[in-house]
């Protein structure tokens, strides 16, 4: 498959500070990476700096062949750059539809089409941003990113904070976009396990750099890389621990 974003040697971060250092990364067309890594070690970075939001230093990013290094975030979003960031930055004085008329671009993303993904959207539609519940926003976030017909959707910590019904929820929609429709993607999540089921590549991101990538249903299984740099295998004993000792 084509490179669809290739990430160059970048060094990247906020007014003087560095967090970002020569990281390299690239993901073909129709690909999707989870992006990993515990708290601080520079995920939502990666994902700004793909968006324009953060300081560059130097390298280069390039999508579908085209340098959008010195591009500002909102000639990014036009060249194909969706981004749900952990805010959501919905509208939350405009209501679900017009959430979603307001930032339309032409292609197969239209309202029905997001209704048809999030039911509960479509059932207010003529809800106003702040009527929704954090999960109905989340899905708002979502549907307002690809109803702008993205080359490439990144999702920073899309399932953070959300039930469990609302997580399966919309795992099922990213699975939908990513699997059935195609749509190439970088998904930030603190939670593997949720995550790796749903991407076909894996990378993790500590102190700045990426310091390993596998196929996601590798990483899933390499449980020795997952606690050496997640913690998770850790975690996991923790819990059975807790289970145990109550029981």
């Known amino acids: 498959m084509p490179e669809l974003l290739v990430i160059d040697q970048l060094t990247a971060g906020y007014g003087e500070a560095t967090v970002l250092t020569r990281v390299s990364l690239s993901i073909a067309e129709g690909q999707s990476l989870a992006l990993l890594g515990r708290n601080g070690m520079g995920k939502t970075t990666l994902v700004n700096s793909i968006v324009g939001v953060t300081r560059y230093f130097s390298g280069a990013i390039r999508l579908d062949g085209r340098d959008i290094t010195r591009l500002r975030a909102d000639q990014r979003a036009h060249a194909g750059v969706g ?4 805010e959501r930055n919905i509208f939350k004085s405009l209501t679900v539809e017009e959430n979603l ?4 671009q032409p292609g197969p993303w239209t309202s029905d089409k997001v209704f048809a993904m999030f039911p509960r959207l479509g059932e207010r539609r003529r809800n106003l ?3 929704l519940s954090g999960g109905e926003q989340q899905m708002l976030a979502v549907g307002r990113a690809l109803i702008l017909n993205p080359r490439i959707i990144l999702l920073d910590e899309p399932l953070e904070g959300l039930a469990p019904i609302i997580v399966e929820e919309l795992l099922a929609a990213l699975r939908r976009i990513i ?3 195609g749509l190439s993607a970088i998904l930030v999540e603190q939670n593997a396990k949720k995550i790796l089921g749903v991407t076909d590549r894996a990378a993790i991101i500590e102190r700045g750099a990426i310091v390993h990538q596998a196929d996601s249903a590798a990483l899933a299984a390499d ?7 997640l913690g998770v295998a850790d975690s996991d004993r923790l819990r059975r621990g807790k289970t145990k000792s109550s029981s």
């Open 101 to 104: 008329t307001a930032v339309a």
């Open 223 to 229: 449980r020795a890389t997952l606690e050496k740099y």
């Open 83 to 86: 981004w749900v960031p952990q």
């Open 129 to 131: 941003g702040n009527q």
């Open 179 to 181: 699997r059935e429709e």
